[in-house]
């Protein structure tokens, strides 16, 4: 079958798409989005967690012909999406550059030069505080994570523990402790909080 | 259609963060791995490529009466399947012994074995083929535990074994014994005023790490294959591969791909084989990703241990000796069971001075799934049963927990019960000290004052099933020792590639080992090094694959160490060419280039100590990069000797002390763990920010040893009964407390910058000191881990 979506603001088409195929299968391999990941493929790591017309789901449980006509959201697209919310207009800001408006949290590490040759865009709140925070190691659970969370603080845009440790309890990380994640989510909150 | 994601580059870190070492420098790869653009194993793709497939044996023993692959071929989209007849070379691998068969000939050992590989055009069709495949089993008797292995009419799991352990086993189902014997203990025992003996027991766990085994192999022009492929060692990944394609060395190449975590678990072969057979086979890219089912069959999990302790102390608290059996099962196929079994007798007794002690060590073959090396390699299982033992003297002894334990704790100049002198700082009573001063987290904090509970941070959290009226507390402390980098006498060794050469102008040093970085910052490491060794700013960090020297496993906590040692190495050697090169140049116009140990490299130039600049890279370099490799070797060590268990058997020790404080409902058997604090001493923390990182994680993995995480393997059919992420249960973010960590840098001035190696220690006592707070809370003698919810209701 053919299934047409919307994926990060862009139209896509997959051909030949087999019933059985997940949302995820397709985002990876026939549409070139690896960036959600493959963890368990059972709904149970949270890794795959891409919106589904703004709601977090589990891409991995997601048949592809259901994801028809609608609008996802993955990592890949993360940054686009923050900062089409925050209304800032798009491809201006290095990262590594603190925007005008956006002190540094005092006793975060200074933020890193580009990383990526030619990028021009900047990162979204939640994915700058996870690098800060040392919130990522092998980085497979990351996607996953940066989409509930960034998901969490467009709802909640100043989340207490409780409610960040709710939000993200079906996503697995098996190398941080989590403790850094929690930093993350909260450096992420003040920042945005203090940019406002 | 997919995008090319062209392997090799993409896992590149190009990062331009800045830190030398000491700082908390951040990861090079960071923004590829938030952006989603980091390419894992299991991202990669290549035009044309085809997707393999393994079909597993169902039963754990059984003898193989037929294959029939028609069936398989027949479905379109297939285009090889492939059985032990079909293996052009080679048969088996191993780590240390070549034990493990390729793909199963004539009998299988244990469920999940490899049997039959297919190669189609979609995974699902691979699947579909791998089903049509007929396999004819006839069960076998199983060998599931020590009397079941060592019985007189036991079936061998290996007959006519002849790895280098044979001679000397009790038992051809033993992979591996080795005694420690030192004084006296039966003299001992009769001095003792009080004497604890008690069984303990550590289930299955899994790594379990998140990206799942995957790879790429792409068969070369020149009839060899390049794998891209998530693993913790390069060289020895080819180096069993090569006799098993039945190609040279030179002509498989192996690229490090973008690695989701490790642990151990990639330290065997998985799907490498099977990908280059296919490849090779088909003439075509041959992609294999495991899912989460397959992943639990596809690799090693940590030795379930059987554990007997008995320990002796005078009235004064005391120990006057330990003797100890630790029965470890090694499953079906040797693995790292050997070294495991090294590290468990070497480690059993912790991180105390006593003066006799009379331990054995054993791991077993048996049918169940074969077990390997995991984070804390050995010490693990012993910890959990010294450290019991601890509590249970102090006990006996009305002695205070951490104060019995302080009265004991060995320090720099201590023996080992190997009879190795400890010989660098090892401050175990120190590090107990600070983990007991921190701040005790708020009691009943789910009772918040005069509002409602809130059930979330209860034991069972959301599924409200307790408003805390049978909630209880407890507290315990634990302290363990394990080793860093190879030991037993092995040649532990690391390589560094260092090129320094000018590029815009500028100085830029490009650092090039075969390092797997599976997720521990070792390329944040390796690229402070470089930036301080050679006072560079821009360093660069080279794909790891074979084309550089061994870099050794990414494993035992050696890697800062080794390939950091070997960084470091290279870049002293690249430092000297730059200083001789400026002495050759300008040598004549300023004296002070003759003292090249007065000189060192800053911010791009040459300055003496007394600060002055007498030179600048950029112009000393000119168009001529300097591009030195170098080998890098910890002192050696020695085996240990086959009865006594004496000698020089590992290079460093390192600690860590954790207090865990719990919260128990009682009624439901449910545990919250409130706070799991660490004190580890790391020698010099590199970089603090990822130091941190690896206490928080490993601790984590101690705390899911503690109550949740185990394989349940079937004790009539031996088969692997959860193989899934529903019923295999990792801590989530739910089940994990605030970790607080109090770092020490006592420097070992044998290791590079006086480091210590971080990675695996904090999973050592985190599960005891979590298990000692569920006892102090409930009363419970709890003698197994994981704990589980019957065990603390009487069920
Ligand atoms: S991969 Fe979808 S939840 Fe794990
Ligand atoms: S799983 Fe590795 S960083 Fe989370």
Redesign the pocket.
């Known amino acids: 079958m053919r299934v047409n979506m919307r994926v990060n603001g862009r139209p896509y088409e997959a051909d030949d798409v087999w019933e059985g195929e997940s949302l995820l299968y397709v985002l990876r391999e026939r549409l070139g989005l690896p960036g959600s990941k493959n963890a368990c493929e059972q709904g149970e790591c949270g890794s795959c967690t891409v919106r589904l017309d703004g709601v977090p789901v589990c891409a991995c449980l997601v048949a592809a012909g259901q994801a028809e006509g609608r609008e996802v959201v993955t990592v890949e697209g993360l940054a686009d999406h923050a900062r089409q919310r925050s209304g800032e207009a798009a491809g201006t800001v290095r990262p590594g550059e603190p925007e005008e408006g956006h002190p540094e949290t005092p006793g975060t590490p200074r933020q890193p030069e580009p990383t990526r040759p030619g990028q021009v865009a900047p990162l979204a709140p939640v994915q700058q505080a996870f690098i800060d925070a040392g919130a ?7 996607p996953g ?1 940066l989409v509930a969370a960034d998901e969490l603080l467009e709802r909640n845009p100043d989340p207490s523990d409780a409610d960040i440790r709710e939000a993200l309890s079906g996503n ?5 402790g989590y403790e850094k994640i929690l930093d993350a989510v909260r450096l992420a909150a003040a920042r945005t909080g203090e940019a406002v | 259609m997919a995008a090319d994601r062209a392997p090799a580059t993409l896992t590149q870190a190009t990062g331009a963060t800045r830190g030398t070492v000491g700082e908390s420098t951040l990861r090079p790869d960071g923004t590829l791995k938030v952006t989603g653009e980091f390419a894992y194993s299991s991202d990669l793709w290549h035009e044309d490529m085809l997707w393999g497939f393994t079909l597993r044996s169902p039963c754990a023993h059984a003898a193989i009466r037929s294959i029939d692959t028609a069936g398989a071929l027949a479905l379109p989209g297939v285009c090889a399947v492939m059985t032990h007849d079909d293996l052009p070379a080679g048969t088996h691998y191993g780590l240390e012994i070549h034990d493990q068969p390729v793909l199963a000939k004539d009998r299988v050992r244990f469920h999940g074995e490899p049997v039959a590989i297919v190669a189609a055009d979609h995974p699902e069709t691979a699947r579909r083929a791998a089903a049509r495949i007929k396999v004819e089993y006839e069960e076998l008797p199983l060998v599931v535990d020590e009397a079941t292995a060592t019985a007189p009419d036991a079936p061998l799991l290996h007959p006519g074994r002849r790895d280098h352990h044979a001679s000397h086993v009790p038992h051809p189902n033993i992979v591996h014994r080795q005694p420690v014997r030192r004084g006296d203990v039966a003299a001992a025992r009769a001095r003792a005023d009080v004497v604890v003996r008690r069984d303990y027991e550590v289930g299955m766990q899994d790594q379990a ?2 990206g799942p085994e995957s790879g790429l192999a792409v068969p070369a022009e020149d009839g060899g294959v390049d794998l891209y492929i998530a693993t913790q060692w390069l060289h020895v990944d080819r180096d069993q591969l090569a006799p098993v394609l039945g190609l040279p060395a030179d002509k498989v190449r192996l690229t490090l791909s973008g690695v ?2 490790a642990f151990g678990a990639r330290e065997d072969l998985s799907m490498q084989a099977h990908a280059c057979l296919l490849a090779l086979r088909t003439g075509r890219p041959v992609k294999i990703v495991y899912n989460r089912y397959e992943s639990f069959f596809g690799h090693v999990h940590r030795h379930p241990a059987k554990l007997t302790y008995e320990h002796g102390a005078t009235r004064d608290g005391m120990l006057l000796y330990v003797q100890c059996r630790i029965v470890l099962d090694g499953g079906a196929y040797a693995s790292s069971s050997p070294a495991v079994v090294g590290n468990a007798a070497s480690l059993s007794i912790g991180p105390y001075v006593v003066e006799n002690v009379d331990v054995e060590a054993i791991a077993l073959y048996s049918n169940n799934p074969p077990c390997g090396a995991m984070r804390g390699f050995g010490a693990v299982q012993a910890c959990f049963a010294y450290e019991a033992q601890m509590d249970a003297v102090a006990a006996e002894l009305g002695l205070d927990p951490v104060e019995f334990r302080q009265r004991n704790a060995m320090s720099q100049g201590a023996t080992m019960p190997t009879g190795q002198l400890v010989d660098s700082p090892a401050p175990v009573a120190e590090l107990l000290r600070r983990v007991k001063a921190l701040p005790m987290p708020p009691g009943r904090a789910w009772e918040a004052a005069g509002g409602p509970v809130d059930v979330r941070a209860l034991p069972g959290g959301l599924s409200n099933t307790t408003h805390g009226e049978a909630v209880v507390r407890g507290v315990g402390y634990a302290v363990g020792i394990k080793n860093v980098g190879f030991s037993e006498g092995f040649d532990d060794y690391s390589t560094a590639r260092i090129r320094l050469e000018v590029i815009g102008g500028e100085p830029v040093a490009l650092v090039h080992t075969a390092m797997a970085e599976v ?1 521990q910052g070792g390329v944040t490491v390796h690229a402070q090094i470089a930036r301080t060794e050679l006072g560079v700013d821009r360093v660069t960090l080279h794909p790891a694959d074979t084309r550089v020297g061994s870099a050794g496993s990414t494993s035992a906590s050696r890697q800062t160490y080794m390939t950091g040692g070997a960084v470091k190495h290279a870049c002293e050697a690249v430092r000297a060419e730059v200083l001789r090169r400026g002495r050759e140049r300008f040598g004549a116009s300023r004296p002070a280039w003759a003292e090249p140990d007065r000189l060192r490299l800053e911010d791009g130039k040459v300055v003496t100590d007394g600060g002055e600049v007498i030179g600048d890279l950029a112009g000393i370099l000119g168009e001529e990069a300097i591009d030195l490799e170098r080998e890098f070797r910890h002192r050696p060590t020695e085996p240990f000797d086959l009865r006594t268990g004496q000698g020089f058997g590992h290079v460093q020790y390192s600690f860590c002390a954790h207090r865990a404080v719990v919260e128990v409902d009682t009624e439901l058997g449910l545990v919250k763990v409130v706070e799991l604090a660490a004190a580890q001493d790391v020698g010099k923390a590199i970089n603090p920010l990822s130091v941190v990182g690896q206490i928080h994680g490993g601790s984590t993995q101690g705390l899911g040893l503690a109550v949740m995480e185990e394989i349940v393997v079937s004790r009539d059919g031996a088969r692997v009964r959860n193989p899934s992420f529903t019923d295999y249960l990792i801590p989530t973010i739910l089940d994990t407390p605030a970790m607080p960590v109090e770092v020490l840098e006592l420097a070992d001035d044998n290791a590079p910058y006086g480091l210590r190696g971080v990675g695996e220690a904090p999973t050592l006592s985190s599960t005891p000191a979590v298990v000692a707070a569920i006892r102090a809370a409930t009363g419970l003698p709890l003698r197994r881990v994981p704990v589980r919810p019957e065990h603390l209701t009487g069920g």
Do not use: I, W, Y
């Open positions: 990522v190691q092998c980085g497979f659970c990351t994570l697995l990380c098996r190398c941080t | 790490f998140l989701g975590g997720g």
